[in-house]
């Protein structure tokens, strides 16, 4: 591995702190933490040498507010090692919402970009990628250990481009308000992930009879004991389907520390929940995981739109899975001006569960009518899919929306479904400019 700054240890007390990285070249412990002791002050990074270099100070800083169009929707913009400034919701556990116009830059959302989500505020304080391991266990014949070495080198890797989204990506938009992150639309990303099917890890340990389901959990730990551990599972086939993969790169570099490194679960084509971090067992199982976070969180209403009237509880709920259709216009902002009777270039992204994206169509007339869009690259059906089309508007006030459908037939509700929980916003998106 070559010489990189790894962030290895947070005490958040209050957002405060200063954070301290070593850079370093052979893999060794790297650590990171807020000192409450310190204010806030501008991100420096001074020193950073070759492989061994000496501790270099960096602060995570909230260097500007910006306001997401909901209320109560002020957030700061923090610098934390190894991000941009990303938005900041929470510090403890972080939760860091990409800025909207980095979607914008490319259909691959940068590393230093990338949206950070944890469920549980004792994350890990230290790791030794030498010594770390993910252990294999249950319902198998041969129980393994496996360091990140191991997995790179004893087994054929796949790499797949695949869309990371909470299940409570634009949560904040709902109407009525639901408990739960107020996030805006940018709990999601793209990126190139490189790691080792979990199906030849699993077959490697060999799976007794009897196994129905295998078990997730990281090395993020719950702060209090009542809380429950953060433990997910897959149904045994969905495990094997060959896609799932135990991830140890992103983007053609090692994962960022406050996106999993080492290792991570990538379940393509489902929500993030499923996407454990710092993953370190794996567990065989002969009967459903009996588990907080899949018999009581993560539920959706078992129903064709996953949607209740507003306000109304659901009769029966089933765990969340795949992504919805969702489609977006990036390079306009909303209340932005736009030349009248010119053309006008719109660009955005779609993606859903795993189908893969067949038509975009853009609206500016209320879905009146529909002009197609033309995709953009095809990274394959979980990545993001680039569109681009053009309009010409009249001077006056427009909304300009973006539906896409996948080549399952599946498309966008042209109004917002709702649920108790926030999950699988999907409705069509409408952009406000002004044509002048």
Request: with cysteine.
């Amino acid at each position: 591995m070559t010489s990189e700054v790894l962030p290895q240890w947070f005490e958040f007390v209050g957002g405060i702190g200063i954070v301290q990285t070593i850079s370093h070249s052979n893999m060794g412990v790297a650590t990171l933490m807020m000192n409450r002791r310190e204010t806030l002050k501008s991100v420096v990074a001074a020193g950073i040498g070759a492989a061994g270099a000496s501790k270099v100070s960096l602060a995570a800083m909230a260097s500007e507010i910006v306001t997401l169009p909901f209320a109560n929707g002020e957030r700061p913009l923090v610098a934390y090692p190894g991000k941009r400034p990303l938005i900041r919701l929470t510090t403890r556990p972080p939760q860091l919402e990409t800025p909207f116009s980095v979607f914008d830059e490319g259909i691959i959302t940068s590393n230093d970009a990338f949206f950070v989500r944890y469920h549980l505020a004792d994350i890990p304080l230290k790791i030794d990628p030498d010594a770390f391991r993910v252990t294999i266990q249950g319902k198998v014949e041969t129980p393994l250990s496996l360091s990140v070495a191991e997995l790179k080198a004893g087994f054929e890797p796949i790499e797949i481009a695949a869309v990371n989204q909470c299940a409570g990506n634009s949560r904040g938009f709902f109407e009525p308000r639901v408990a739960g992150g107020q996030i805006g639309n940018g709990a999601m990303g793209n990126a190139r992930w490189k790691g080792t099917p979990l199906k030849a890890v699993l077959t490697k340990a060999g799976i007794q009879a009897g196994a129905v389901q295998v078990s997730f959990q990281g090395l993020d730990r719950p702060v209090l004991p009542e809380t429950p551990a953060f433990m997910k599972a897959l149904e045994l086939d969905h495990a094997l389907d060959g896609e799932v993969m135990i991830a140890y790169a992103m983007n053609g570099e090692d994962l960022p520390w406050l996106n999993g490194f080492p290792i991570r679960l990538v379940v393509p084509g489902y929500y993030g929940t499923y996407w454990v971090k710092h993953l370190s067992t794996i567990n065989v199982l002969d009967a459903p995981l009996d588990s907080f976070w899949m018999k009581t969180a993560y539920r959706i209403p078992n129903n064709a739109c996953a949607c209740t009237p507003p306000g109304k509880a659901p009769a029966s709920t089933v765990a969340i899975g795949r992504f919805n259709v969702r489609s977006f216009l990036t390079n306009i902002a909303d209340g932005e001006t736009v030349p009248a009777n010119k053309d006008v270039g719109l660009r955005g992204i779609a993606f859903d569960g795993g189908q893969g994206i067949s038509d975009v169509a853009v609206s500016a007339d209320s879905g009146k009518t529909w002009i197609e869009a033309t995709l953009g690259d095809d990274l394959g059906p979980y990545s993001f899919r680039e569109w681009k089309a053009n309009l010409k508007l009249a001077p006056g006030k427009y909304g300009l929306m973006v539906r896409a459908a996948n080549r399952a037939g599946q498309s966008q509700p042209l109004e917002p479904l709702w649920n108790p929980a926030g999950y699988m916003r999907n409705v069509v998106e409408v952009t406000n400019v002004i044509a002048a």
